[in-house]
């Protein structure tokens, strides 16, 4: 067990660690765009493991956007430290908004806000006026009348 725990991460050290992984002589926007079709191809595998027909298109849809968004949002992320590393100047100072910071602060409030909106439904009760009981007859008794 602990070979395995060891094999593992020393697999994750080699994938993300850009020094060492197989696309390192790649650029980096070429890079970018090997991740997101990489997370196509495994959102598409598991919006097909997971969902039905009927709710498939909206689960590969948002496992999709929600790889794509953490893709950008990290290397957006990675990509602000490193000239921040070099250029050592505020934002403020330099004055320099440019569209991607003004998207990153944009996305950090809709994600807060996204956040705080899941966290109501999941504490507020039932506002529903009418009480639902459960249905009127068992799954057996459903599935009786069928097989008559």
């Known amino acids: 067990m602990e070979n395995l725990k060891n094999w593992m991460v020393e697999t994750a050290n080699i994938m993300f660690d850009d020094s060492k992984n197989d696309l390192r ?8 765009q090997i991740l ?13 493991y997971v969902f039905n027909i009927t709710t498939f298109v909206f689960g590969w849809a948002g496992t999709i956007l929600a790889h794509i968004g953490l893709i950008i949002a990290v290397y957006i992320t990675f990509k602000f430290f490193h000239k921040a590393n070099v250029e050592k100047k505020s934002v403020f100072e330099t004055g320099n908004y440019n569209p991607a ?15 705080t909106k899941g966290v109501e439904v999941l504490t507020t009760s039932n506002s529903y006026s009418i009480k639902y009981d459960g249905p009127k007859k068992s799954t057996i008794e459903r599935i009786k009348e069928f097989v008559k």
């Open 25 to 32: 002589s790649l650029p980096k926007t070429v890079r970018l």
């Open 36 to 48: 997101i079709v990489l997370s196509f191809v495994w959102s598409t595998v598991f919006s097909l």
């Open 101 to 115: 910071k003004i998207f990153v602060v944009f996305f950090i409030i809709f994600f807060i806000f996204i956040f």
